[in-house]
């Protein structure tokens, strides 16, 4: 500790600054390929998702049914068919609303009137979470928002389901 | 602010003594490169440790993705080797550094025998260190096998044909390692796994600790 104005680095400092410079330098040139190898599944870009033709137009009513369907899921090196599903009904304006059954508590899978005690409702057997017809959740039950809604186009009388999203607030 | 939390630390435990009895020795001026330029050769066993490190570090790594069974083993290294960013440089890390690993410790083992550095009374570290050299030669057979290609598979052939080859016992270690008497298959493979990322580790570890803690005692060997 040199009272010095200039406030001169010793030779033991600059040893330890430059050693420890390169050292890190090194352990940085090691050590971030295999972070950011670790790190991949998180800042991997999410794929759009096809749509998947579902059930003929004709065939939805006004009353939400439900309709299982089959997309090609790939998981890293594994690839199967995974079998989805979905509560679709006609809208009072005639469009179309598919709803996903996952539950937007803790993620059970609701369905439509499941709970003698509560017709007309999406109801969800984990924690008595209910929703209304439209997907939207009931206050003071266990969901926090509504449940989410496909993408859909429809083509050659063929309704097609993409991707659930979070319905935004209306 | 790292030196503070170090002192808060320190004024409890005490740590200061724990990690200068493991850094603070003399390096005697013959083992010194700067001195003498020939004193080189002494690195190579710390360039072993290095490349061990490297060894360890990229194969935990490479366990996030790898999976050891027979239908998903060379699919799960090839998506991890093209599909997830900087595989191909963790796997390189881990392909590579293993043949580095061996030179290294082939070239410090030459060391250690021309310079008679293994005589009274380091000859106990002379056979701690050729128990490593055995690991790591376990390490390479057995990781050899994990990507599951055809050059893995046919190595693991033939190296299983060696083992058999051993007088009286030859037959059950062959069954032993390959977990089939005449399949290299499913067994083999989580067998090799096993082997290779629990058991031989685990080993080499305490070989390897042994070694230090027998080198700080007696001190390198004496100039020639």
């Known amino acids: ?170 | 602010m790292i030196q503070k939390l170090y002192d808060w630390i320190d004024e409890r435990v005490n740590i200061t003594p724990l990690w200068r009895d493991i850094a603070d020795h003399e390096v005697p001026e013959h083992v010194n490169p700067a001195h003498h330029f020939s004193a080189f050769v002494y690195c190579f066993g710390g360039l072993t440790f290095f490349v061990v490190v490297i060894q360890v570090l990229s194969g935990m790594f490479l366990t996030m993705y790898y999976v050891p069974d027979i239908e998903n083993a060379w699919d799960s290294v090839k998506y991890l080797q093209t599909q997830v960013a900087h595989g191909q440089i963790v796997r390189g890390m881990h392909h590579w550094g293993a043949s580095v690993v061996i030179v290294m410790m082939f070239l410090h083992t030459l060391r250690v025998f021309f310079q008679g550095a293994y005589k009274k009374p380091r000859e106990l570290n002379w056979i701690v260190g050729v128990l490593i050299f055995f690991v790591m030669l376990g390490l390479g057979f057995t990781g050899y096998l994990l990507p599951w290609d055809n050059k893995a598979f046919f190595a693991t052939q033939v190296g299983l044909q060696i083992a058999e080859s051993v007088p009286y016992i030859g037959e059950h270690l062959k069954v032993l390692l390959a977990g089939d008497p005449e399949i290299v298959g499913a067994q083999t493979l989580t067998r090799f796994f096993a082997i290779h990322v629990f058991f031989l580790p685990a080993a080499l570890f305490a070989l390897m600790a042994v070694h230090f803690v027998l080198i700080r005692r007696q001190g390198i060997s004496g100039p020639l």
């Open chain 1, 1 to 170: 500790m040199s009272e010095d104005k200039k406030k001169q680095v010793s030779r033991r400092q600059f040893l330890n600054y430059t050693l420890t410079g390169v050292g890190g330098f090194m352990a940085a040139g090691m050590l971030s390929p295999m972070l950011r190898f670790a790190i991949d599944p998180v800042l991997k870009a999410q794929g759009g998702g096809d749509f998947v033709a579902v059930v003929e137009v004709d065939k939805i009513t006004t009353e939400p049914q439900r309709f299982d369907f089959t997309i090609e899921q790939v998981d890293a090196w594994y690839e199967s068919e995974v079998t989805k599903s979905a509560w679709v009904f006609k809208q009072e304006d005639g469009s179309i609303l598919a709803l996903s059954p996952i539950c937007t508590h803790l993620g059970c899978v609701v369905s439509w009137e499941g709970s003698e005690n509560h017709p007309e409702r999406f109801y969800c057997p984990c924690h008595d979470g209910l929703y209304y017809k439209d997907g939207v959740n009931v206050p003071n039950t266990p969901p926090t928002e509504p449940l989410h809604v496909y993408d859909y186009k429809i083509q050659d009388g063929m309704l097609y389901l993409g991707k659930a999203k979070p319905r935004e607030e209306a």
